[in-house]
């Protein structure tokens, strides 16, 4: 079965960073897409980012492009998640989501706090 673990989250003041980290328990097949999403309190889970394996394409919600940044260790079977410029309204639980041939999986979430 496979497992994401999320990590990394924590309390961060505005303008700070945070790197988030997403260790998946199976290997990651290269056409597999892996992201993160969020949700904050009362709202829908979004999407925040994702890379595609076979071609290490990327892709950002407008909200965070220029400021996060998405990368994957193959040979660790990992994704992370570079966070800069963080907002007070970017709290939320972040959460690891790995699409496969075989199903979607997600992971228990990290939680970020960012304060004013």
């Known amino acids: 079965q496979v497992q994401l673990v999320e990590s990394g989250g924590g309390l961060v003041q505005a303008g700070g960073s945070l790197t988030l980290s997403c260790a998946v328990s199976?290997?990651?097949?290269?056409?597999?897409?892996i992201g993160w999403f969020r949700q904050a309190p009362g709202k829908e889970r979004e999407f925040v980012a994702s890379?595609?394996?076979?071609?290490?394409?990327?892709y950002y919600a407008d909200s965070v492009k220029g400021r996060f940044t998405i990368s994957a260790d193959r040979s660790k079977n990992a994704v992370y998640l570079q966070m800069n410029s963080l907002k007070p309204e970017e709290t939320a639980v972040y959460y690891c989501h790995l699409v496969t041939l075989g199903g979607n999986y997600w992971g228990q979430g990290t939680q970020v706090t960012v304060s004013s």
């Open positions: 199976a290997r990651i097949y290269s056409s597999n897409v």
């Open positions: 890379i595609r394996y076979n071609a290490g394409r990327t």
